[in-house]
């Protein structure tokens, strides 16, 4: 699987839009984009993935660059329960059991 | 509701006394997996299975067991519990399937184990 890079940690006004970038210089052609995020010690939940095209359902939005070497999550109206640490994962979609490697994330901070 | 449950929720045991935690889908998922979540290491995963009667290692299997005698349960067994597995796990599913769709992740809440 790819290796990602996301900031350590972003803040965001409650009711703005929060943009979370992730970057995957590596990825290739047959790896998805993943997004995960975990509120404090709860079960990561999925959120979206996409392969080049962008995505978008009733969590969030996923923009991925042309070339594909980095995304963004867009939360459109963050709200203070979007406060959660979130993963930006790349793997193939077939065939493989190998666990999901969730990296360090980023925390995303909703301030009031 | 489509879920994932585990049980318990929090555990407190001493060492060397055998435990299991239970894990069930709802959803008739083919694969099932274990982590175990620490401080600075991430997610790791323990055991997972493809199918029922088909499990296998994932990362850090040591001093656990598990068994997928039915589709949706597959519990984790520590036989003789000790402190280095204090952590805090999570049951996993997927359909697993060829497509990206069918290969996301469902997790149960949690079971935060505390080995004294």
């Known amino acids: 699987d790819a290796k990602t890079t996301q900031p350590p940690s972003m803040d965001c006004a409650e009711g703005r839009a929060a943009n979370l970038p992730c970057n995957h210089s590596?990825?290739?052609?047959?790896?998805?984009v993943y997004w995960y995020r975990q509120i404090h010690s709860q079960g990561p939940q999925y959120i979206i993935h996409?392969?080049?095209n962008n995505e978008t359902n009733e969590m969030a939005s996923l923009i991925i660059t042309e070339d594909r070497k980095s995304s963004t999550l867009i939360l459109p109206h963050a709200t203070l329960r979007d406060t959660a640490v979130y993963y930006c994962?790349?793997?193939?979609?077939?065939?493989?059991?190998?666990?999901?490697?969730f990296g360090s994330g980023t925390q995303l901070t909703v301030l009031p | 509701e489509a879920q994932v449950t585990q049980n318990p929720r929090y555990l407190i045991t001493v060492t060397g006394k055998k435990l299991t935690v239970t894990c069930s889908q709802n959803?008739?998922?083919?694969?099932m997996s274990w982590y175990r979540q620490d401080p600075g290491l991430g997610l790791r995963q323990i055991y997972y299975?493809?199918?029922?009667?088909?499990?296998d290692k994932g990362d850090v299997p040591e001093g656990y067991k598990v068994s997928r005698k039915e589709k949706r349960n597959f519990p984790l067994i520590l036989e003789s519990p000790s402190p280095n597995q204090t952590s805090l796990y999570f049951c996993?599913?997927?359909?697993?399937?060829?497509?990206?769709?069918?290969?996301?992740?469902?997790f149960g809440a949690g079971t935060r184990l505390s080995v004294l």
């Open positions: 996993a599913s997927s359909l697993f399937a060829g497509e990206a769709a069918k290969n996301i992740q469902y």
């Open positions: 590596t990825i290739s052609g047959n790896e998805y």
């Open positions: 996409g392969l080049k």
């Open positions: 994962i790349v793997r193939i979609s077939s065939g493989s059991a190998r666990q999901l490697t």
């Open positions: 959803m008739n998922h083919e694969y």
């Open positions: 299975s493809m199918n029922v009667e088909v499990t």
